[in-house]
Structure formats: structure tokens, C-alpha cells
């Protein structure tokens, strides 16, 4: 079932406004997986609760966990509170569309004692998953999967891993890799995971995944390119703040460059591994003026984009909205590097490739990204293939087309589930 249409709205003049963002996704799944494994309670301090991690705290209730809101001092939303438990199968877990659950999940499952059985939204049966799958065997685990290599198949839990090393293509997605580390110091040999492949997308996410590991007190070697060690024992409780989600963020600096004007997010992460940080970067190359100041990351812009030869293959989250501005840019842009996200929530390239054709842009499809030379835009219905980042690359669009549409906007709950009213007061607050 589909939401109603958006009619998401024009700039009606510079933007002016500050906009808090909730936890970053990346990070609430990783504590809640890390937490989950753990020898005593942990809390998890700003959470981002949105689809992916309400779908993730569940599939790890339905694993033995108990998860728990507690009423928070700092902040609007409440903590969790994660008690561990003996993991447990017998139980299903829904994926729903969010890779950190279908690939976080399958090396956690295996550690449970009785099957599991893994399954996800329509979107999700085509992602790849072959990778994890089949690692998982290489590890001594029994998986079903009918030779599909994608969801749904069944992990056979035996309430241990042997573990070991295991080489991987993981040049589908860097979240095959994460998802052996974070189960692994539990494996009875630990884990040594080797990717063999194209380069590794997404980077910063394993460093991401290296680091909160660290955070829970496990042995992690990674100073040899493409070979991570994940040494066995004992996982610690978290006590932890999660950042603000900087890819969510980025919609909203983007809008200061695309419509001309300011907007400002605090509790900007002095240090992060968090891929979504490199807009920053980005947004400066495109033209704008980027400024951090006392943790509160200002973006202003003139409303004239300049076009950009960029490499998103270390943020390829980001490219949706990257797009979306270099369609508003005063000269052509090449978004290169991301091949890989043809296999993201929906084939990114084809579908902002189409999305943005309809509203009067010229794309080439490369084998690698996106070529975008920006004519004047023209309002469409903008279809958003249960792509939360579409929802967001519209919005930004829509600012300089009046009367676009914005199809199924609710599909942004899957990591924003206020997205609409935050933009809304986005342009509220600069009118007024
Ligand atoms: O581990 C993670 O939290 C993520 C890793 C990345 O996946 P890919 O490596 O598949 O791009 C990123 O795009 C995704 O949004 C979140
Ligand atoms: C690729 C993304 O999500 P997932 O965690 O489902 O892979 C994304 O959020 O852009």
C-alpha cells in the first residue's frame, strides 16, 4: 500500500532555518547488534527509530533479546534499554527493505540454537545477498536458500560458529563484511574476513563497524588492506549517544545550495566514521560556503550550483541527493564509482536516471554512475520505488519546480520517519 502524494513544496525565497536530525541508522544498527551479543545491559542513548531499526530491534526480540524503551532526560525520543538473552531460533525474522537487518542478521542467526527463517519486502528478494550466504557455509553454518542466493532462506542455528577464515567478494555491498565482523568475536575461532574483488563500496562503514566494535571492548585487527580480524571473546555493554545521521542531513544542506540561502544542523560529529559526513565536502566543490562552528554545520549557498566530476564511491548512499543538486547545476556533472548501487533499495542509477529525465534533465547511464547535464527543470510526479533517498532527492528538486509530486513519500520511514514535517519547517522557518 502507497502513501498519498506529496506535493512537495517550490522555495518561495532564500532558505533560513536550522533542522536537528535524529541518530544515524548505521549506527543504531550496529549498537543494537553489538548490544544484543553482549555479556550485560546496555543503553543506547538517541536512537534513530525509524523502519530499519524498529525492524532491527525486532528481528533481535524474535532472536531471545528483550528490548525496552526507557524515558529519556536529553533527549525527545526514548532510549532503548537492550537486555541479551540466549540467542534463540524458531522464530522468523522480517528484513523488510533494510540491508544492515538481511545482511547484519544471517551471522547472528547462526549462533541461535533451531532455524531461522529470513525474509523481506518485494524490493528486498533482489538484493544480493549470495556473498554472506555463501560464507556463512565456507564457516561451517547450514543455510537454505533453494540456490536463489537472495531472501528468503533459512539459517540453520546450531547455538555455535566455527569460524575461521573466510575470503568474500564484497564488492556488492560493504555490508557483507560488516556482518561477519559484528558476529564474529563470538565465533569459537573468531573470524578473519579476506574480500577478493572489485574495490570495496562504502568504506567508511566498515570503519564504522571496525570502531564500534572497538567500543564494545572486541579485538580487531585491520591494518592489512582488505583483511579484517575479529579475534574471539567476550563483547562488553554499551553505553552510547548516537550521532545525528548525516546522510539524512544531507538533503537538507543540499537545499541551501540548490534554492539559495542557509541551513544549519547542529551536533555535527567533530570525529566520525560515518560516510554521510563527506557532503560537506561535496557541497563545497559544488560551490557553497560550508562552515562548522562550535558542532554546528552551516551550508549557504547562492542558488547557482556548479557542476562536479565526483567519485561517490565511499558515501554511494549520498548519491540520490548529489544528483538531485548537480540537476539544478550551472554546467554538467559526472557521479561516479557507484555501480554498485544498481543493487541498493531500488537501482538508483536507472531510477534517477528516469526520474530526473521526466523533469526535463538529460542522463546518461554509465557503467559506474550518472552523467547529469541540468536543463530547466519541469514539474512531474516523481516516483520514488520505495526509495527513501528518491523521497529526499524529489524534495530537493521540487524546490526550484512548483507543482511537483512526490509519489509514496512514506517510504522515507525507513530511515526518516518525519522527513515531510522537517522539510515543511525547513521552509516555514525562513518565511518566517
Ligand atoms: O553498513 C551500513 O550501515 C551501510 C553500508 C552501505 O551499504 P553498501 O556498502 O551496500 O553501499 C550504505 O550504503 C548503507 O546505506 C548503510
Ligand atoms: C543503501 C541504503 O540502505 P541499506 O542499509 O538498506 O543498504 C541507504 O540507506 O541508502
Known amino acids: 500500500m502507497t502513501s498519498p502524494d506529496w506535493h512537495a513544496p517550490a522555495a518561495s525565497g532564500r532558505l533560513d532555518a536550522t533542522v536537528t536530525l535524529p541518530g544515524s541508522k548505521s549506527l543504531t544498527n550496529r549498537y543494537l547488534v553489538l548490544a544484543a551479543l553482549a555479556s550485560d545491559v546496555s543503553r543506547l542513548r538517541r536512537p534513530l527509530r525509524s523502519r530499519d531499526t524498529e525492524l532491527m530491534a525486532q528481528a533481535l526480540r524474535q532472536l531471545g533479546a528483550s528490548i525496552d524503551d526507557a524515558t529519556s532526560t536529553a533527549s525527545g525520543s526514548p532510549d532503548w534499554i537492550i537486555h541479551p538473552a540466549t540467542l534463540r531460533g524458531g522464530r522468523p525474522v522480517d528484513c523488510g527493505l533494510a540491508g544492515t537487518v538481511m545482511r547484519f542478521l ?196 547562492d542558488g547557482r550550483p556548479s557542476g562536479i566530476d565526483v567519485d561517490l564511491h565511499d558515501a554511494a548512499e549520498l548519491t540520490p541527493v548529489v544528483a538531485a543538486v548537480a540537476a539544478c547545476a550551472d554546467g554538467p556533472s559526472i557521479i561516479r564509482g557507484v555501480a554498485h548501487i544498481r543493487g541498493h533499495e531500488t537501482d538508483r542509477i536507472s531510477a534517477l536516471s528516469r526520474e530526473l529525465g521526466g523533469m526535463g534533465v538529460e542522463v546518461t547511464e554509465l557503467d559506474d554512475g550518472l552523467r547529469i547535464d541540468p536543463a530547466p527543470l519541469r514539474p512531474s510526479t516523481f516516483h520514488t520505488y520505495a526509495d527513501h533517498r528518491m523521497v529526499m532527492a524529489g524534495a530537493v528538486l521540487a524546490l526550484r519546480a512548483p507543482g511537483t509530486v512526490i509519489e509514496d513519500p512514506a517510504t522515507v520511514g525507513k530511515t526518516l520517519p518525519r522527513f515531510v514535517d522537517l522539510w515543511q519547517g525547513m521552509l516555514e522557518a525562513s518565511e518566517g
Request: glycine share 10%; charged share 20%.
Open 106 to 301: 544471517p551471522p547472528v542467526a547462526a549462533l541461535a540454537s533451531g532455524p531461522v527463517t529470513f525474509d523481506g519486502d518485494e524490493h528486498a528478494r533482489v538484493r544480493p545477498m549470495a556473498a554472506i550466504i555463501d560464507a556463512l557455509r565456507d564457516l561451517g553454518v547450514t543455510v537454505e536458500d533453494e540456490g536463489r542466493g537472495t531472501l528468503p532462506f533459512v539459517v540453520e542455528g546450531t547455538g555455535s560458529v566455527r569460524g575461521g577464515r573466510v575470503v568474500i567478494d564484497a564488492s556488492a555491498s560493504s555490508q557483507f563484511v560488516s556482518a561477519l565482523l559484528l558476529a564474529g568475536s563470538l565465533f569459537e575461532e573468531g573470524v578473519t574476513v579476506v574480500h577478493d574483488g572489485k574495490p570495496l563500496p562504502s568504506l567508511p562503514h566498515v570503519e564504522m563497524t571496525v570502531e564500534t566494535l572497538r567500543d564494545a571492548g572486541a579485538a580487531v585487527d585491520d591494518s592489512e588492506a582488505n583483511t579484517w580480524r575479529v579475534e574471539p571473546g567476550e563483547l562488553l555493554p554499551l553505553d552510547v549517544t548516537v550521532e545525528p545521521d548525516l546522510s539524512n542531513a544531507a538533503p537538507f544542506l543540499a537545499a541551501a545550495l540548490a534554492a539559495g540561502g542557509r541551513v544549519s544542523v547542529p551536533d555535527w560529529p567533530g570525529h566520525t566514521t560515518q560516510a554521510g559526513d563527506m557532503i560537506r565536502d561535496v557541497l563545497d566543490r559544488m560551490g557553497a560556503e560550508v562552515s562548522l562552528d562550535s558542532r554546528t554545520l552551516t551550508v549557504a549557498g
